[in-house]
């Protein structure tokens, strides 16, 4: 490969590294041709990119980035491909349910929500992250809540406040 290839590689990776906030790294060798497309074909129906690239080219996309020395070097090891997504357990669901069909692909690590994770028993951690729209209902349906039961208690004793006024006004003639 030329230095002008590698140099469009690089680039490439780092602009997508910049544009994408979360970025998954996994190891997707002995898949055949038709696991490799149909794995492909997942990662565009939840629109996931997903990109096999040389370990040396990405630790200089990271670098170009702000990436120093990281862990997340660590896992740039053996054959490696990138899923770039913009929902954080995005690839982490279809990694575990693609998983429990074949062997591959390996989570080797990931950058979600400005945190590194390494190896594949961070799975589980990665697929129950919630999305930012997830948290922000979750938040709203916590602050509906008290209000919701302030507002039914006072509806559903309504009657009974009005009998205990009604009560007290009369006791105090």
Do not use: W
């Amino acid at each position: 490969m030329r230095k002008e290839e590698k140099t469009q590689i690089i680039d490439s990776l780092a602009e997508q590294l910049q544009v994408v906030p979360h970025f998954y790294i996994a190891d997707i060798s002995g898949l055949n041709a038709e696991s490799t497309s149909k794995l492909r074909r997942l990662c565009f129906e939840k629109n996931i990119k997903l990109v096999v690239a040389k370990n040396t080219l990405l630790r200089k996309a990271l670098e170009k980035n702000g990436f120093e020395e990281t862990i997340l070097y660590s896992a740039l090891e053996g054959p490696t491909s990138v899923m770039f997504c913009e929902t954080p357990n995005a690839p982490a669901k279809l990694i575990k349910e693609f998983f429990k069909k074949q062997e591959k692909p390996v989570l080797k690590g990931a950058y979600v929500q400005e945190c590194v994770y390494i190896g594949s028993n961070t799975l589980e951690e990665l697929v129950n992250i919630k999305s930012r729209e997830e948290l922000i209902g979750d938040i709203i349906n916590m602050l509906q809540s008290p209000a919701e039961n302030v507002i039914s208690a006072l509806q559903s004793s309504g009657g009974k406040l009005a009998g205990i006024v009604k009560t007290l006004s009369e006791k105090a003639e």
